[in-house]
């Protein structure tokens, strides 16, 4: 079993929906929880960070951890076609990150 | 550097052949990381490098692979008689340190794209 599971979608809204994308881990040793936005030939940018469990928001973004349940989530609030993208939910207890397989967004106008 | 470059950005070679990829992180960070990103397979972590401490190799997927660093700034990967199977995008990525709650934050380059013929 991969130390985070996500499930890759592809996942298509209309503009203005909200969008929620999950992730599975397995590891309880994990306390750094990440989320990064990938364009299509692109390198992952950082768009949410949280430590532990919680909520923090950032705009339309809120990112959600809940670790008795080991879950992590985003959502998106009036999602536009400038956030169609590969969301990429990553984990860190150690040096390395270890991620998911990513959620590949569409957010048609 | 503004952020961190990544060189070339596109590389085709045929299979047997050497390749090097290079990176150079932002300046002042202190660690440095090497990934590959395969269709279907999400990010894999391959190497890490901090300061000046021995790096942490246990993602190298065989030892055709090898990275260095050189004055804790650049770093090159290398991969020896490439496979098709190497045919992927490395992604370099940089941190302040991992000492520090916002150390963790990891700022990635463009990559290369790594095409084995």
């Known amino acids: 079993q991969k130390e985070v599971e996500q499930d890759p979608g592809p996942l298509s809204v209309p503009e203005g929906a909200i969008v929620s994308l999950n992730c599975t881990y397995s590891?309880?040793?994990?306390?750094?929880f990440m989320w990064y936005r990938q364009y299509s030939r692109k390198g992952p940018e950082l768009l949410m960070y949280?430590?532990?469990?919680g909520n923090k928001e950032d705009g339309r973004f809120t990112a959600q951890v809940d670790k008795s349940s080991k879950y992590i989530s985003l959502f998106i609030r009036d999602s536009q076609p400038s956030d169609s993208a590969t969301y990429l939910c990553?984990?860190?207890?150690?040096?390395?990150?270890?991620f998911g397989k990513g959620t590949t967004l569409s957010v048609s106008s | 550097g503004a952020g961190v470059s990544q060189s070339p950005s596109n590389k085709v070679t045929e299979k047997g052949k050497d390749v090097e990829l290079r990176c150079d992180p932002i300046?002042?960070?202190?660690?440095l990381y090497w990934y590959r990103q395969s269709l279907g397979q999400g990010l894999e972590f391959l190497i890490y490098?901090?300061?000046?401490?021995?790096?942490?190799k246990s993602g190298l997927p065989s030892d055709r692979f090898s990275a260095e660093r050189t004055g804790g700034s650049v770093s090159t990967l290398t991969i020896q008689r490439t496979q098709q199977e190497d045919s992927a995008v490395y992604l370099c990525?940089?941190?302040?340190?991992?000492?520090?709650?916002?150390?963790?934050?990891?700022?990635f380059g463009a990559g290369t794209r790594l095409s084995v013929l």
């Open positions: 990553a984990s860190q207890a150690g040096t390395a990150l270890i």
């Open positions: 300046s002042g960070h202190t660690a």
């Open positions: 990525a940089s941190s302040l340190s991992t000492g520090t709650s916002s150390g963790y934050i990891q700022y």
């Open positions: 949280t430590y532990s469990s």
């Open positions: 490098f901090q300061g000046n401490s021995a790096p942490d």
């Open positions: 590891n309880s040793a994990f306390q750094y």
